[in-house]
């Protein structure tokens, strides 16, 4: 009864204002999360992807679907695809789901608004700065926000000199998740996951190999801990809403999404540190900011995430309906903050809860560094009824998203095996 009356709740908070809007990404668990909660505002939501079908695009609160060129492969005929499905309706809101489609429907906003279509999201100038990893950790850096120790390199020199200076173990990332290809004009490329190095020989060999997809790679001194975020709604700098989980387990336990999270009440000192980074980008939209939280109980920072995040059912199952606050901006320019949300509500992710699991009984990778789960351990834990828990994609008034997750599984491990 606590998802029927939170809905009852918030339609009375919202109104009634009614708009078209496009979900883009339709095959991420944030998308499957915003079509129920704007279908349910009364809004018509369509659902686009680079593929025929998604699993938001199965909800049975979806209005229609569209199909749009790969933003990877093909970001020139993507935007062009958007924009027209945008302007077959003056003030259609656009809702990218992922940094690509984000960064290249921020780019092309003056085509969006000749067509009268909306959006809610900061200055492309300030976006940029949002998604590249080493301007935030400077950024974090002046505002006195702890960091890991981080260098930057582009070559093998750099990365000899600074490992001789580096106390290891070490992670190593890309600077942005996704970045221009030089190979392939216009066409964009996601640059990887991190890395981690115990000594100088696997810092150089890590380096080679995230250097394949990314022009610069991060080098941050590893820090021990649990993975921890805080989440918000800005408008032009000024705190509208916030959420705060806590992750009980990460998709991959070297850390990454959660496949299980409870909701809890911010942490005060990462709420602050937030607060600041968002206020300093004059941030308008919704942001993640990820920490990792060490046993001192000392936050350090790791990354902005300018946009919607997988984890985003849960935020609206206790009561931080992000979607409808988002429109209701779009709409109006502003929205009043939501009640306070339920703190203890959980969540879970199933194809991620699974992944997780295959991830743990593959054992620990060879060059991480920090603490991994056991496989039995894991196997009874995930075997719990979890009784009262939420999941991202499963309902049983809409279980078709759920029923396409798996498929989606099915035909990435098959593309993975085939290549």
């Given at each position: ?100 489609t984000t960064l290249l429907i921020s780019a092309s906003r003056e085509r ?16 940029l700065r949002a998604v590249d990893k080493s301007q935030t950790t400077a ?129 005060p000192r990462i709420r602050e540190s937030s607060l600041a980074m968002l ?141």
């Open positions: 009864m606590l998802q029927f009356g939170r809905w009852i709740e918030w339609n009375k908070y919202f109104g009634s204002e009614v708009m078209r809007i496009l979900v883009l990404d339709g095959d991420q668990n944030q998308a499957v999360a915003c079509v129920r909660s704007l279908a349910r505002r009364g809004h018509t939501v369509w659902v686009g992807e680079s593929r025929a079908w998604s699993k938001s695009g199965w909800s049975r609160y979806c209005s229609g679907t569209f199909q749009y060129a790969s933003p990877q492969s093909d970001p020139a005929k993507f935007l062009t695809d958007v924009v027209a499905e945008a302007g077959k309706q003056s003030g259609t809101l656009v809702l990218p789901m992922t940094e690509a969006l608004s000749e067509v009268h279509a909306r959006f809610v999201l900061p200055s492309h100038v300030d976006l950024l974090a850096q002046s505002i006195g926000i702890q960091i890991p120790k981080t260098y930057s390199a582009s070559s093998i020199e750099e990365v000899r000199k600074i490992s001789g200076e580096f106390q290891f173990p070490a992670v190593l990332k890309p600077t942005t998740s996704h970045e221009q290809s030089p190979s392939a004009q216009g066409a964009m490329r996601a640059t990887g996951r991190p890395t981690y190095a115990r000594d100088a020989a696997e810092m150089i060999a890590a380096f080679e190999e995230i250097r394949r997809n990314s022009s610069v790679v991060l080098l941050q001194e590893f820090v021990e801990g649990t993975g921890t975020g805080y989440f918000a709604l800005m408008n032009h700098g000024e705190l509208r809403a916030e959420f705060a989980h806590r992750r009980i387990r990460d998709v991959h336990p070297t850390g990454s999404g959660s496949a299980l999270r409870e909701s809890i009440l911010p942490v206020r300093a980008l004059n941030w308008h939209g919704v942001a993640m900011i990820e920490f990792r939280l060490p046993e001192n109980n000392e936050p350090v920072f790791l990354e902005i995430n300018g946009r919607f995040w997988h984890s985003l059912p849960l935020a609206c199952y206790a009561g931080v309906d992000f979607p409808a606050l988002v429109a209701h901006i779009a709409e109006f320019g502003d929205v009043d903050p939501p009640p306070p949300y339920k703190v203890g509500i959980k969540c879970r992710w199933l194809v991620g809860d699974f992944r997780h699991l295959v991830e743990v009984w593959k054992g620990r990778p060879s060059r991480y560094p920090g603490k991994f789960p056991r496989p039995l351990p894991t196997l009874l834990s995930e075997l719990g009824l979890n009784l009262g828990t939420f999941h991202d994609n499963f309902m049983w008034q809409d279980p078709l998203p759920e029923l396409g997750d798996w498929i989606s599984l099915l035909r990435q491990t098959w593309e993975q095996r085939s290549k």
